[in-house]
């Protein structure tokens, strides 16, 4: 089954840090770039971060310097450090092919005191 398992949310005071991880399964075949999108409440969905197979990163410029984007094969894993408030979202995986995009089902990260 050709899918997108996430791992990794949870709960964290302001200045922590979370991992976020995502495995695709091997059903899907000649991925070329995976990425994080987030969606708050009453937001649109945004691009976190998105790492190519030539591990070429891209990040929104209110992640720069404190998340950090990583991968191996059908693999990717998202380092969140300096978590603010406004970080708070629903974080969902993508995976790129080229044929169509798949999407994880979402993890929640809450950041909170």
């Known amino acids: 089954q050709a899918q997108l398992v996430e791992s990794g949310g949870g709960l964290v005071q302001p200045g922590g840090s979370l991992r976020l991880s995502c495995a695709a399964s091997?059903?899907?075949?000649?991925?070329?770039?995976m990425g994080w999108y987030r969606q708050a409440p009453g937001k649109q969905r945004e691009l976190v971060a998105s790492?190519?197979?030539?591990?070429s990163t891209n990040y929104a410029d209110s992640v720069k310097g404190r998340f950090t984007i990583s991968g191996a094969k059908n693999t990717v894993y998202l380092r969140m450090n300096s978590l603010q408030p406004d970080d708070t979202a629903v974080y969902y995986c993508?995976?790129?092919?080229?044929?169509?995009?798949?999407w994880g089902q979402g993890t929640q990260v809450t950041v909170s005191s």
């Open positions: 993508n995976a790129q092919t080229g044929v169509r995009g798949y």
């Open positions: 091997s059903a899907i075949w000649g991925i070329y770039r």
């Open positions: 790492i190519t197979s030539g591990d």
